[in-house]
């Protein structure tokens, strides 16, 4: 695997990646060394996700490629934004995750049951539509998304080839922050917020970090 190099020193590195073209900032995220991409069922919309397995390991290595969006007066809300590219994506992929080669997006065709196929690197998820994800995602995600990797294959040769399979949509949303002491306790008295939920944490180190400054907290106030 392309990844081993760096998984083998840090199973789950994170690189934070500023792109040319707009500026933005990508990072990886949820890096799972042989292991599956997976399929997430919401309400409104499908995702995609991956996970590694302590009894069976895949060939690949996956991880999320997320792009980070701010928005700004008088469009606010990212987090509808957010779930109207996801819906689009459903759309496009029949409520089915698309999967795209690399090489395919970067000359501007859609993949098709037959060039998956004939991929050399075999998709751990098999629920999906071969596609073009330049359809379903705005062209600024799509650009960060291409840069970014040309940047991330600098450390990790090999990312960006034409064999790299693409699965879209990816979402993360970030929850309002909320306002807390620093045990975690909110203007509420005994009210702790530890968690993603609380808005304070990215992923599930710190989540489960947030956890143990809430519960030293209570353990504070009870003594």
Known sequence: MIMDPVTRINRDPKFHIITRRYDDFVRTFC??????????????????????????????????????????????????YGMSIAKLVTTIGGRRPVIQRLGDLHRGRRSTEERIARNPVRNTLKDVTPGDISMALPQRIVMDIIEGLEILNQIVPGVNSDSTLLYAPEIKFYAREVEVDRCLQTSIDGLYAAGDGAGLSRGIVTAAATGILAGRGIALALT
């Open 31 to 80: 890096t799972n060394p042989g292991g599956f991409v997976v399929k997430e069922e919401y309400q409104e919309f499908i995702a995609t996700n991956g996970h590694s397995m302590t009894d069976q390991r895949s060939e690949n290595t996956n991880f999320a490629f997320l792009v980070r969006l701010e928005l700004t007066k008088p469009v606010e809300n990212t987090t509808a």
